[in-house]
């Protein structure tokens, strides 16, 4: 699909529908634009708690939005966001398909205005016999200013593409999108975006003995897939990588500790961490943000078969550790595992890995946060959680504490692959710990990553959850 862009121009005579956004302090800034009778009416109905009007004229619509400030910064951003994608259906409703916004507040709560009205704008139509009679397109959104924030501009469009990408990916069925068309989308996000793309196919993989990816992949017909993506800038600030890591399952029925058809039903999302990094790639080289950064991506599918892994199994993973599978439904950290230990190839300074990785998280946070846990310092977690809450995918610190690590000893192996108790997100990532010797970050997506119903401006479905975040976290490190 083409993806709506954020244009600017001077501001001078409009002859298009227009959006007027201002802050109740400054309706005055209005007059010039509102004929006096319309003026009137918003001044009364301002004082009376109504913040959206539609005015229309002979030859185009305006539409004007009235933001109400909060004490929260992080809050204003997000209710300026759902603002935005509220705005989105009255301009669907009268099919409008290009607008010029006006801005009467400061530039950062007009740019999360019309970051919610693009994000909400997402459509996924490409297997519709008839596309066309589907779609409800926004074509162009200008910006009328007399000096726009260029640069927070192209970052802006770089995110609203990134996200845009990942969604598409996270929404193809695995019937169109196995583990060979996942690195073929690498290759392709890489020559249009320009980091660096190397992928390990199969022979590779068993060269390096990674036990555990090739353990989820025993069952399939389709080959694993390692992919490295890189961008590393000549004037990145970062001596040493940040290295992000991706889960990419592209479909999990279970293996043979089987999904109910219910939990099937979404499981080609379950490489939405994979989509997620590669999202990341693409805004951070879109923009060409100073910063080193790579992405890892294991990709195998999760079937069934006479040669699928079975439970009470030991494996031998490319660390040399040796896991019991207890449960082949906890294949995630088998294949991260083997990909933590592969980025110490690096010597990271920090690693983040992103993963739908257990129903647990979504059961303690439901769609609405991200649990997090790591070794990294207290610094990058609080760095972490203010981009979280700036771009409102917020996290939340779970524990690390070594009594989770009791529920991973095995009688037979080095450890087993899962917890016994009810923090399974924790054992989880108690689990990954043992295979990270760096400053390291665990994302358990499982709960934002793909919704059954939208929710503001994450639509039905994925979500490209993570992109905005690591965005944010990674230039604010560029900063720093």
């Known amino acids: 699909m083409l993806y709506p862009k954020l244009a600017t121009i001077p501001v001078g005579h409009i002859e298009d529908n227009t959006i007027l956004l201002a802050e109740k302090s400054r309706l005055d800034q209005l007059e010039h634009l509102l004929e006096p009778a319309e003026m009137n009416f918003l001044r009364r109905s301002v004082e009376k708690g109504v913040r959206s009007f539609f005015f229309p004229h002979a030859e185009h619509a305006c539409f004007v939005r009235i933001l109400q400030p909060a004490d929260?910064?992080?809050?204003?951003?997000?209710?300026?966001?759902?603002?935005?994608?509220?705005?989105?259906?009255?301009?669907?409703?009268y099919k409008v398909e290009s607008a010029v916004v006006r801005t009467f507040c400061p530039d950062d709560h007009a740019l999360a205005f019309m970051e919610g009205l693009l994000l909400g704008s997402y459509q996924f139509l490409p297997y519709f016999t008839h596309p066309e009679k589907k779609s409800k397109p926004l074509h162009q959104l200008t910006w009328a200013h007399e000096q726009p924030p260029v640069q927070a501009v192209n970052e802006l469009n770089a995110q609203i593409e990134a996200v845009f990408l990942t969604r598409n990916m996270v929404n193809e069925p695995h019937s169109h999108f196995d583990t060979l068309k996942l690195a073929d989308a690498v290759r392709e996000a890489g020559k249009t975006y320009?980091?660096?793309?190397?992928?390990?196919?199969?022979?590779?993989?068993?060269?390096?003995?990674?036990?555990?990816l090739l353990a989820v992949n025993q069952a399939s017909t389709v080959p694993p897939q390692f992919c490295i993506l890189e961008w590393h800038p000549e004037n990145a600030v970062n001596s040493k990588p940040v290295v992000l890591v991706g889960k990419g399952v592209v479909y999990d029925t279970g293996g043979l500790s089987l999904k109910s058809s219910?939990?099937?039903?979404?499981?080609?999302?379950?490489?939405?961490?994979?989509?997620?990094?590669i999202g990341t790639l693409a805004a951070v080289a879109k923009v060409g943000m100073p910063v080193h950064v790579v992405g890892l991506i294991p990709a195998t599918d999760n079937k069934i078969s006479e040669k699928a892994v079975s439970p009470g199994d030991v494996i031998r993973m490319y660390s040399g550790a040796t896991v019991e599978v207890v449960n082949t439904d906890a294949e995630g950290r088998l294949i991260l595992a083997d990909?933590?230990?592969?980025?110490?190839?690096?010597?990271?300074?920090?690693?983040?890995?992103?993963?739908?990785?257990?129903?647990?998280?979504?059961?303690?946070?439901?769609?609405?946060?991200?649990?997090?846990?790591?070794?990294?310092?207290?610094?990058?977690?609080?760095?972490?959680?203010?981009?979280?809450?700036?771009?409102?995918?917020?996290?939340?610190?779970?524990?690390?504490?070594?009594?989770?690590?009791q529920e991973l000893k095995s009688s037979i192996a080095d450890l087993k692959n899962m917890g016994s108790g009810p923090a399974g997100m924790i054992t989880a990532g108690k689990f990954l710990e043992h295979f990270a010797d760096y400053p390291w970050l665990h994302l358990d997506i499982a709960g934002p990553a793909y919704l059954r119903t939208a929710n503001g401006y994450r639509p039905k479905d994925g979500t490209g959850v993570g992109v905005r975040l690591l965005f944010h976290f990674l230039k604010k490190r560029t900063m720093d």
């Not at 300026?80 to 301009?91: I, S, V």
């Not at 647990?360 to 990058?380: F, H, P, S, W």
Request: glycine letters at 10%; one cysteine or more; hydrophobic letters at 40%.
């Open 262 to 277: 219910d939990g099937m039903e979404s499981m080609k999302c379950d490489m939405a961490g994979a989509a997620a990094v």
């Open 194 to 212: 320009g980091f660096s793309v190397e992928i390990l196919g199969k022979e590779k993989i068993e060269s390096l003995k990674m036990g555990g």
């Open 72 to 93: 929260d910064p992080g809050i204003n951003l997000e209710e300026y966001r759902l603002c935005g994608n509220n705005l989105l259906r009255e301009l669907r409703n």
């Open 339 to 405: 990909t933590l230990h592969y980025a110490k190839k690096f010597d990271p300074e920090l690693v983040l890995d992103l993963a739908t990785l257990t129903g647990a998280a979504i059961r303690a946070l439901g769609n609405q946060a991200i649990c997090y846990m790591g070794t990294a310092d207290e610094q990058t977690k609080r760095s972490l959680e203010f981009s979280g809450w700036n771009t409102y995918e917020r996290l939340v610190e779970l524990p690390l504490w070594k009594e989770y690590g």
